[in-house]
């Protein structure tokens, strides 16, 4: 239902996103690299934020894994009465609307849902959802806030994607790729 | 893929299905009232398109109701996911009982067993409790995780429900917009 072509393309989009959406200041250093699967799940104060963007023949949930650690909080909450779940609901939510724009300028009729917070320990059951395409990374951000997002592809017909922005060369495993 | 029927995506211009019958539009149009230099459409003929878009119109009205129908399963949806947070509170609460159950069958069996002879009844229902109270904590486990299994499949639907609602409602709109277009070209 996938070419490998287009997964990377979907994966490339995604990361532009994520890079465009998750920093707070223009100049913040955002880091991606590939990762093995989700991460570990079940920390203390952990969140996990999904959001689905839908056509008529797939959906795509996009995962955000954010811990609850001293320097995520800082980075994230700006107020001593904002949650951290209340404060990512807002980045999650941009980030989504940016890879919508983009998927959007190719695949016809996409529309996306607000964001809801599940336990991280749900993560172990994306299989449930019998998944097109499953892909994890690990962020960074200023070499202290870490987080990790996992798509997650579900169709029911062929599905071609067209990256419309040049190529980010790929690191290899394990490599931190800065932008 | 590409070219594929049935593959969805990567459209030569953006905007599928409404749009490419969109872009057939002028040329539907043409058929409708461009007759070539030929001779102008029947009045009877263009009474007739009058009349079927007017019919076209009214389905497309109805479709709209189904904006009613989502919001019922929005509600649903929400009631349901309000449903699986509190079974998770109560599978939270069962754990800890478990956990305290498990400590007491140990303090039992100990007690028990300091008691010496007289106690070797007790030694056997201490054993026994905390047999069942560790067959207790391993339900109790599976059912912590089948309500995580529960709430990601729950949050899916919801959240693809939703987003389906809102292009459903997006594609309709569209559609009543090209209804209209094409009654003002007949009329």
């Known amino acids: ?179 | 893929m590409r070219g594929d029927p049935t593959t969805y995506g990567n459209e030569a211009a953006p905007r599928g299905a409404l749009q490419r019958t969109r872009r057939s539009g002028p040329t539907a149009r043409a058929d409708l009232t461009d007759t070539g230099g030929g001779p102008p459409i029947a009045a009877d003929v263009r009474a007739d398109l009058l009349r079927q878009t007017q019919e076209l119109a009214q389905e497309v009205a109805r479709l709209k109701a189904l904006a009613v129908a989502f919001e019922r399963w929005h509600q649903d949806m929400i009631s349901l996911m309000s449903q699986n947070r509190d079974m998770r509170g109560l599978g939270e609460d069962v754990a800890s009982i478990v956990k305290q159950l498990i400590m007491l069958s140990l303090n039992a069996a100990i007690e028990a067993a300091r008691a010496g002879e007289s106690a070797r009844g007790f030694v056997v229902v201490a054993a026994e409790v905390r047999s069942l109270s560790l067959r207790a904590q391993t339900l109790s486990k599976d059912l912590g995780k089948n309500l995580h299994r529960s709430d990601l499949t729950t949050t899916a639907t919801f959240q693809d429900i939703q987003a389906g609602g809102k292009l459903m409602l997006a594609a309709i709109s569209g559609l009543e917009s090209m209804v209209r277009q094409l009654r003002a070209r007949i009329e």
Do not use: W
């Open chain 1, 1 to 179: 239902m996938l070419s490998e072509q287009t997964k990377q393309n979907i994966e490339q989009a995604f990361h532009r996103s994520l890079r465009a959406s998750l920093v707070r200041a223009p100049d913040d250093v955002c880091a991606i690299a590939p990762a093995s699967g989700p991460g570990p799940g079940g920390q203390p104060g952990e969140i996990l934020l999904v959001v689905t963007i839908s056509s008529f023949v797939f959906r795509l949930l996009t995962l955000f894994q954010v811990g609850a650690d001293p320097a995520t909080r800082a980075y994230y909450v700006s107020g001593a009465q904002q949650s951290l779940d209340e404060a990512f609901r807002e980045f999650a939510n941009m980030c989504c609307g940016a890879l919508n724009r983009e998927l959007a300028e190719q695949i016809p009729h996409l529309a996306m849902s607000i964001p809801y917070t599940l336990s991280s320990q749900c993560l172990a059951y994306l299989g449930e959802l019998r998944p097109s395409f499953l892909s994890s990374s690990a962020v960074t951000i200023n070499d202290s806030v870490r987080l990790h997002v996992t798509l997650c592809m579900c169709c029911s017909a062929a599905v071609d994607f067209v990256a419309s922005a040049p190529p980010v060369a790929e690191t290899t495993a394990g490599e931190l790729e800065m932008f």
